[in-house]
């Protein structure tokens, strides 16, 4: 087990970064392109994650284990923000009839 | 070495359709493998501690969420919203800004060690649990009170007003 990581781990911390920040991009990209907001409560979930992955890389890198403690927390974060944001979702469903975040611009002006 | 980048590809090409797919819920299921492939990431690392609550919290618990809610609201085909031409280019153009941003200033840092697993028993839950109830356990109590407070808001928000009882 321990040589199985030893061979299989040899990709560069560049890499673990560049994979996170692509990630991320998609997610601003989703964000951005999509109007239904179930689909752009997912795109922000894809950045956390970008986000977690690339903390667990560091914390195996630098051998500290606080990262993956931190991402835990973003976790828990992430499971109460999911609650609360589809909440208000379906209770903007049931009064507008519609997702369309272009329907919920009476804050704009 | 190759597994990671196989599973790089993947994570990215799932990203991809989770925004492009056009009904809502494939774009879930999609949302799911992303979620998957991060889970071996992980695991690669070896995080077992995080693989196995990020398989459960995001895969089994928000997930399950998202398609109950989606289930719920019941989209049609028609009247599912779609941005025009101009505006897609325009998002993609900013999104793509920043990523060479991102990109451009990596390059600057030059070339980086490769990332090692140097102590096998880093992410385990004996070590995490160590550190967890011993320097993090007031974020860890606060944590506990803030899923409570989101699950009372989540409930009080969802649930449908009463008309007032004339009676009573």
């Known amino acids: 087990m321990d040589s199985f990581f030893k061979t299989v781990q040899s990709v560069p911390l560049n890499h673990y970064i560049l994979l996170s920040a692509i990630i991320f991009s998609i997610g601003v990209i989703g964000v951005l392109i999509r109007r239904n907001a179930i689909i752009i409560f997912m795109s922000v979930e894809l950045m956390l994650n970008a986000v977690n992955l690339l903390l667990t890389a560091f914390s195996v890198y630098r051998g500290d284990a606080t990262g993956q403690v931190f991402v835990f927390f973003i976790m828990a974060l992430a499971a109460a923000e999911v609650a609360v944001g589809l909440a208000i979702i379906v209770m903007i469903y049931r009064n507008t009839n519609s997702v369309d975040i272009n329907v919920l611009n009476r804050l704009k002006w | ?168």
């Open chain 2, 1 to 168: 070495m190759s597994i990671f980048y196989f599973i790089a590809f993947l994570s990215i090409l799932f990203a991809v359709l989770v925004i492009s797919a056009k009904n809502p819920v494939h774009s879930i299921l999609y949302l799911i493998l992303t979620f998957f492939t991060f889970t071996i990431q992980y695991i690669l690392l070896n995080a077992q501690f995080l693989a196995i609550v990020n398989f459960i919290v995001y895969m089994g618990a928000i997930l399950v969420l998202f398609l109950y809610t989606l289930m719920l609201i019941n989209l049609n085909k028609d009247s599912e919203p779609v941005k025009t031409n101009m505006v897609k280019i325009a998002a993609v153009l900013g999104g793509g800004c920043l990523m060479v941003v991102l990109v451009a200033a990596l390059k600057a840092v030059g070339t980086s060690q490769p990332v090692l697993v140097k102590d096998p028993g880093l992410g385990l839950v004996k070590n995490l649990g160590k550190i967890l109830f011993d320097e993090f356990l007031l974020p860890f109590e606060v944590s506990s009170l803030l899923l409570l407070s989101a699950m009372v808001g989540a409930v009080l928000l969802a649930t449908r007003d009463k008309k007032p009882v004339v009676n009573g």
